[in-house]
């Protein structure tokens, strides 16, 4: 597909651009209304594909679960596995800038199939939980209060520590606008053993020495917008002497990952990425 009408569906979903400014511009792109509407289904996320494990897989328990944040009770969805021997580590697992959703869900499930716990904090929790209109969960994270959202995650982490069978290790991964707050969860997490993030907003240098987690960093190659802020993260990083790992996917896109998303979706990369993740896991939380 044209890359231009890539970036214009990157611009949509992370800019206050209006469905109806995209659809606009998407008409003049590809020529005529038949012609966006044609390729509008493979540009949005199709909830269908979403399912890699089962809900009813045998080898898990899922629940949707609560607990107290920052002035408010933050919903989750926990993943994990039926048969627990002796202690094992867990991940808080950050969803896009359209929240908690099917695709997030599955991911949570294939921590917990790999033997963590899995926790999917919904971040629109303040608000009522991630409404099912994909452009009005996007318009409510201009809403969000950036420090309280932090804390919330991190209570995320102590309530993943209070587990029965938790050893008392802590990772996270995150995507796009969960991929930023990984990065922001290892600035302000001492305790936090690896942090992940698929192509998210890299923190400010001046906050890297902060960070005692090791770093795991997914980018596509042709996601300009995010990886402009590549070199400085990485000599700050390299500076302050911590432990970090660094892909960028040559002809990959911004949402490599998503595998509900067609366009960008890349089968081949997205394992790759996984099984790096999977291998950090092991490091640092086992």
């Not at 995150?174 to 990065?183: D, V």
């Not at 053993?193 to 042709?222: C, F, M, T, W």
């Not at 590549?230 to 390299?238: G, R």
């Amino acid at each position: 597909m044209n890359q231009e009408i890539i970036n214009l569906f990157d611009e949509y979903t992370h800019k206050p651009l209006s469905r109806e400014d995209f659809i606009k511009r998407l008409v003049k792109l590809t020529g005529s209304t038949v012609a966006a509407m044609s390729v509008l289904p493979m540009l949005e996320v199709n909830y269908a594909n979403a399912t890699t494990i089962q809900e009813n897989d045998e080898d898990l328990v899922l629940s949707d679960v609560s607990y107290e944040g920052d002035g408010t009770t933050v919903k989750a969805y926990l993943a994990q596995p039926k048969k627990i021997k002796g202690k094992i580590g867990a991940v808080i697992v950050i969803h896009e800038n359209r929240g908690l959703n099917p695709h997030i869900k599955d991911v949570a499930r294939r921590v917990a199939k790999a033997g963590y716990y899995a926790l999917a904090v919904d971040a629109l929790s303040p608000f009522g939980g991630t409404p099912a209109n994909e452009d009005e969960a996007r318009n409510l994270f201009s809403k969000i209060d950036a420090q309280k959202n932090i804390n919330n995650f991190l209570k995320g982490l102590d309530y993943l520590k209070s587990l029965p069978k938790s050893n008392g290790k802590t990772s996270c991964v995150g995507f796009c606008w969960g991929g930023a707050l990984a990065n922001q969860l290892a600035v302000n997490s001492p305790t936090l053993n690896s942090a992940v993030a698929y192509y998210g907003r890299q923190p400010e240098a001046v906050d890297v020495p902060k960070i005692k987690a090791k770093v795991l960093l997914h980018y596509g190659g042709l996601d300009e917008r995010i990886n402009a802020g590549i070199p400085a993260y990485e000599a700050a990083l390299k500076a302050a002497g911590t432990k970090y790992e660094l892909y960028i996917y040559e002809g990959a896109q911004h949402a490599f990952n998503n595998d509900t998303a067609p366009t960008r979706y890349n089968a081949e990369v997205a394992q790759k990425a996984w099984e790096a993740t999977l291998r950090v896991f092991k490091e640092t939380i086992s």
